[in-house]
């Protein structure tokens, strides 16, 4: 929690964007989270990512639920529209948004008890719906905003910070959401912002549901010795298995990559998602076999991180392709089209009688 | 990068850049803390402790300090250190009570100190305190030197002048006016003097040697003696055409000093173009609100003379190459120009003149006739006889000369102790925490975004009726309170302890400019292109931490646009980010005193 105000000064050499924006242009109000909680860095690498891919801020929704995660869409892009809806309720408004209109980013942001605990079933139908939206976890393993109870992320042999020991097992968002047929999954940590910032930008760029689950300490209630989520554990435990560079379509791969050891994947606008293989054994395109390594990781304890599975096929089963969604915004659809009246009301109900 | 060895004094010093680029190392932050907080007769005493004349230099200083000033880095503007300094002197208390006090029981070394400006006051004020009986001999009827005689009224008035000088003078200095000295061998010889000091700073206007010089002589003057003579009161007119010579800062003196004393049309005469002047912006500024005219590239060619009076000056008109880095690769005339006038002032430059000491007396001069003076002992070769001011270097500022007093009363100390000058003590710098509770700081960290207050001065209308009406106002309680808000605090320091840090990014990500970046190491040149803001500003330092415990990396912060706002330290979940205010402790005489003491107790 701060009290002074981020000073309005900036770098005078910050680079700007497409759009003219620096860094600076996509950040919200001043977090009141504790100092060196890991939700920051995240709100960081979303506001790196938003800038990096020029969004306009008035086309950025950002949707949330309950919780100190859930706090953190008013930290940043302060232009775009914000909505922070009842606990583990974010999928449905995110949804209800997503029919309304389509043209937009939309980004979750929610936190392990919001998604695993209270909003587990949104959660689970919003990856079935295949919603087009960026959904993150701030994944932290304990209810910080409840003084630090375990959270359904917990690993077993965890310690609470007041000693006790967690004996149930943890829901993995990243298994949930493969075995739910989720067609961009991902594993990441705030403190790496390397790998964070491309998989948050080739996630608001995929078409369809995409789930990054960010490791990110609790530096008050979960960032002591036994605990298995804190900033020291997660360093030792955690290997990046696929490395993504996304590359947005107007910029030329400039970087080195050597044939064999990369993976360009070409995303719908013909942006580029360069994967590079940190674990030789590691094959991100196949569910069956991506989710059998991570669970066997898990079992040796190590979280394997960076984009797990990627499938950039067009989905059938996407949101806007079964509800057959228009191109247009509602809002911006004369009222006559969108309410048939009466008599129109009158004709589709005789289709049932 | 090797971890940045903090330890070092200099390197905490250099991060307050205004209080590294004032040769007194004036503590500037801690005294516009002061002045915020209403305190301003501390804020004087802080000021008095390295400068010796707050409420002169508040006035005419020639500012090193501002062009240095983060501030102007981070906006255009730097803070008004000079102005704020003036509401600290034109605000305080009565400070006769926090004077040094001079011990009844002398030492029993005397001291003669020749001239009295700011130079040889400082002395004085340095050793007196010490027990050292210190006579000052003055050539003119009034102590202040180039203070007195060179800087008129208007700017600085005179009962600022006589108080803070009568603060040193009061602590019992035997004051010799009108007392020039002939001869330095008589001095040491018959004087009766364990160390000499010579601040007689640089009296000798440069003669412009030109056809006609000899013929007009009566209506060309040479500035600092003009300007002289017009403090003095021996010239109390000038004509309605008047050319200056030259475009420093003594020209601007003389433009506006003529406006008061019936000039109708000045015209500053500079031989290039405006990039190439000597004059602070600010005094050029002063002299054109008066509607003094600057007329660039005209080089004098002669002194018209007609009938036995001056009645104008020829000029060539010049044309300059300049290069894309601003340097003039060539030049060539247009033609000439004449210009109407019955006075012309020379303000071309100043030298030291020493026709007073012999030079058979063990005191080496160079090949320019220049005294040879050690730069940090300020000793010259014969070890009882000591130089500052302009007189040791050409003439610089009178904040140069406060701190040229300051060492040599150092070295005269040591000398006079029988104690080797060169080994003096060294700076240091002192750090204490400014946190006070989870979120409060003990200093005011908000920036505050108000731009630069301006001078208000008095009106064009009321100011040329008297010569010593003084034009700048001073600031007013609302404008000092802006300013002081403008400041950085530079001396609340950004302190990292590498072993606390757990890579968090807490403070990367809060950083408003940038700053701080957490990567591997890599030689500077290389760290300096990898930064989250790439580090430009190649005069300005990186830190780079030891390696972080978690993942080895370092923590690098560039130093140039920090604005010490501490959101690092007050997000830093391990406080391995700390605001830490430094004292900078550049010792005096009276610390060399202390130390001294302390090693050899006193046998009674």
Redesign the interface.
């Known amino acids: 929690m701060t009290f002074i105000a981020k000073p309005k000064v900036a770098h005078p050499s910050l680079p700007k964007n497409a759009l003219g924006f620096t860094r600076r242009d996509y950040e919200g109000a001043l977090s009141t989270l504790c100092a060196g909680c890991g939700h920051d860095s995240i709100t960081a690498a979303i506001v790196e990512a938003s800038w990096g891919l020029a969004l306009e801020p008035q086309n950025v929704v950002k949707l949330s639920g309950i919780g100190c995660s859930s706090k953190t869409t008013a930290y940043f892009v302060s232009g775009g529209h914000g909505f922070n809806s009842v606990h583990g309720r974010m999928p449905s408004i995110a949804m209800g948004a997503n029919a309304a209109n389509r043209s937009l980013h939309y980004i979750g942001v929610s936190g392990d008890g919001d998604t695993l605990s209270i909003g587990l079933g949104q959660f689970c139908h919003a990856i079935r719906r295949n919603l087009n939206m960026l959904y993150i976890i701030e994944n932290n393993g304990v209810y910080g905003l409840t003084k630090g109870q375990f959270s359904a992320s917990a690993d077993v042999g965890s310690r609470a910070k007041k000693g006790e020991t967690n004996f149930q097992p943890p829901i993995d968002p990243v298994l949930l959401a493969m075995t739910l047929g989720a067609s961009f999954v991902a594993r990441s940590f705030s403190g790496d912002k390397q790998q964070l910032v491309p998989l948050i930008q080739a996630g608001l760029r995929h078409q369809g549901f995409a789930l990054i689950d960010v490791l990110s300490p609790c530096v008050t209630f979960n960032d002591h010795e036994g605990s298995t989520k804190s900033y020291a554990y997660t360093r030792e435990h955690y290997e990046p298995a696929v490395h993504a560079d996304f590359v947005p379509l107007e910029r030329e791969i400039t970087a080195d990559y050597k044939e064999g050891e990369t993976l360009p994947l070409i995303m719908h606008d013909g942006s580029r998602i360069v994967l590079r293989k940190l674990d030789a054994a590691y094959d991100p395109t196949n569910r069956t076999l991506a989710a059998a390594q991570i669970q066997e990781r898990m079992k040796a304890g190590e979280y394997l991180t960076g984009l797990l599975f990627v499938d950039l096929e067009p989905a059938q089963s996407a949101f806007h392709v079964v509800n057959q969604t228009p191109d247009a915004p509602l809002n911006s659809i004369p009222f006559e089209v969108l309410s048939p009246g009466s008599k129109g009301l009158e004709k589709a109900l005789a289709r049932y009688r | 990068m090797e971890p940045t060895d903090t330890s070092r004094p200099d390197y905490y010093h250099r991060v307050v850049d205004c209080q590294w680029a004032c040769p007194a190392h004036t503590d500037v932050p801690e005294y516009i803390r002061l002045i915020a907080q209403g305190r301003f007769t501390d804020a004087y005493m802080v000021n008095r402790e390295s400068n010796v004349f707050p409420g002169i230099l508040g006035r005419v200083c020639d500012r090193p300090c501002e062009p240095a000033c983060r501030r102007g880095r981070?906006?255009q503007k730097p803070v008004a250190i000079c102005r704020l300094k003036r509401v600290a002197a034109d605000h305080r208390d009565e400070v006769s009570g926090r004077m040094p006090t001079t011990p009844k029981v002398k030492n029993g070394k005397r001291i003669a100190c020749i001239g009295a400006g700011c130079a040889s006051l400082t002395v004085a004020n340095d050793l007196m305190p010490l027990g050292y009986e210190v006579t000052v001999f003055e050539q003119y009827g009034e102590p202040g030197g180039l203070m007195r005689s060179n800087i008129p009224s208007f700017r600085l008035p005179q009962t600022v002048l006589d108080e803070e000088i009568g603060m040193i003078t009061q602590m019992g200095v035997d004051l010799r006016l009108s007392h020039p000295i002939r001869s330095l061998r008589e001095l040491l010889s018959n004087g009766g003097f364990d160390a000499v000091f010579v601040g007689s700073g640089a009296p000798k206007g440069k003669e412009l040697k030109l056809p006609g010089r000899e013929a007009g002589a009566a209506n060309v003057h040479i500035g600092i003696t003009w300007l002289e003579s017009v403090a003095f009161g021996h010239i109390g007119k000038i004509g309605e055409r008047v050319l200056i010579i030259g475009v420093g800062n003594t020209a601007m003196d003389c433009c506006r000093s003529s406006l008061r004393l019936g000039a109708k049309s000045v015209k500053v005469m500079a031989r290039k173009p405006r990039g190439f002047f000597k004059a602070s912006e600010w005094e050029l500024q002063d002299a054109e609100e008066e509607s003094v005219e600057i007329v660039i590239n005209h080089s004098p060619k002669s002194f018209v003379v007609t009938n036995g009076k001056l009645t104008g000056m020829l000029f060539d008109k010049m044309a300059y190459d300049i290069d894309a880095e601003g340097r003039i690769t060539g030049e060539r005339s247009l033609g000439e120009v004449l210009f109407p006038a019955d006075d012309v002032i020379l303000a071309i430059g100043q030298e030291n003149a020493f026709p007073w000491i012999e030079r058979d007396l063990g005191i080496e001069f160079d090949k320019w006739d220049v005294p040879r003076v050690d730069q940090q002992t300020f000793q010259s070769t014969r070890p009882e006889v000591f130089f500052g001011g302009d007189a040791a270097f050409g003439p610089k500022n009178i904040i140069w000369a406060v701190e040229h007093g300051h060492q040599a009363a150092i070295s005269i100390h040591r000398h006079c102790q029988g104690e080797p000058v060169g080994e003096r003590l060294a700076a240091g710098v002192n750090l204490q925490s400014r946190k006070m509770g989870m979120?409060e700081w003990s200093y005011s960290?908000?920036?505050t975004?108000v731009e630069r207050r301006l001078m208000p001065h008095v009106s064009l209308k009321e100011r040329f009726k008297k010569l010593n009406i003084e034009v700048e106002l001073g600031f007013t309680a609302e404008q000092t309170a802006d300013e002081v808000q403008r400041c950085l605090n530079c001396d609340v320091q950004t302190v990292f302890s590498a072993k606390l840090c757990?890579?968090?990014?807490?403070c990367?990500?809060?950083c408003?400019?940038?700053?701080l970046t957490i990567t591997h190491n890599g030689d500077e040149a290389d760290l300096r292109a990898r930064l989250k803001?790439?580090a430009?500003n190649l005069t300005q330092p990186l830190y780079v931490s030891a390696p972080l415990p978690?993942?080895q990396r370092v923590m690098v912060k560039d130093e140039d646009?920090c604005?010490h706002?501490?959101?690092c330290a007050?997000?830093?979940?391990?406080a391995a980010w700390d605001m830490q205010k430094s004292y900078v402790h550049w010792p005096h005489a009276a610390d060399e005193a202390r130390v001294l003491q302390a090693k050899e107790p006193k046998i009674a």
Do not use: F, M, S, W
């Open positions: 981070v906006e979120h960290n908000d920036y975004p757990i890579e968090c990014d807490a990367i990500d809060i408003p400019v940038d700053c803001a790439p430009k978690q993942t646009l604005v706002c501490g959101l007050e997000r830093c979940p391990t």
